[in-house]
């Protein structure tokens, strides 16, 4: 009860600031169609001999890292400019691509050494697949804890996985929700379907699915700032004490 208790008035909280945050900042809502289209256009340097692969990996750095200075400049100053994308692509590049390197390194040293033991299927899913599930859920918040901690990659994912442990229930049931209600907006979660140019970019259901989208990444910061800087107990009492 204490739990569901907690996730009301958290979210009471959170869900009014994101939706004030979200008018402040309607307009930055479509910036995922640029970045749709950029990464779209950076996909042709694959075909660059030797290089072609890191440039690549550099374009998407620099998308995330960017992005990160825009949410960082939305949760902490409500307002976002220039400089927050230019602070993003230089104080995020670099880490971002080095926890690219590190999915890519897993990922390579996976399929090199345990390919048999990857293509086992046990409960209808193949070991790999329950290992992508694993890692989408205790790593769920790192893209938050990229810009609002001051860590390392390593230390990103170790404090992501402490945050999950210590927070899992009032992070996933929110989030949950939205994701719930994105996929039925849109019928899929992936980057590309979520950001890609279209001809139906004027149309209601695109113009709602690029706000939710803010909106939930606006969410998601404000969500984990307040559980990151705060325990359940801690919560409790304040509430309490204002009673």
Known sequence: MEILKDIYYTNKSVVSRAFELLRKNWYVSFIGVIYGIIMMVGMMLGFIPILGGILIWIV????????????????????????????GLSTYIWKVYGLFFIFWFASYGMNLF????????IGGFYVMQWVTMFAFIVLNPLPEVMYQKNMDA????????????????????PNSILLGCLYILNGDLSFLSLTIFSSKMFSIPYILKQFLIF???????????GLSTSSRRKRMFKRNMYK
Do not use: H, Q
């Not at 345990?114 to 299927?121: A, E, G, H, M, Q």
């Not at 230390?155 to 229930?169: A, C, D, L």
């Open 154 to 173: 390593l230390g990103s994912f170790t404090y992501s996985m402490e945050f999950i442990k210590e927070n899992w229930i009032e992070w996933f049931v």
């Open 114 to 121: 345990l390919s048999p033991i990857l293509k086992i299927n």
């Open 60 to 87: 998407m750095s620099a998308i995330v890292a960017s992005y990160l200075g825009i949410l960082n400049g939305i949760i902490y100053s409500e307002k976002v400019g220039k400089y927050d994308i230019k602070s």
């Open 215 to 225: 909106f939930i990444m606006i969410y998601r910061g404000l969500l984990f700032d």
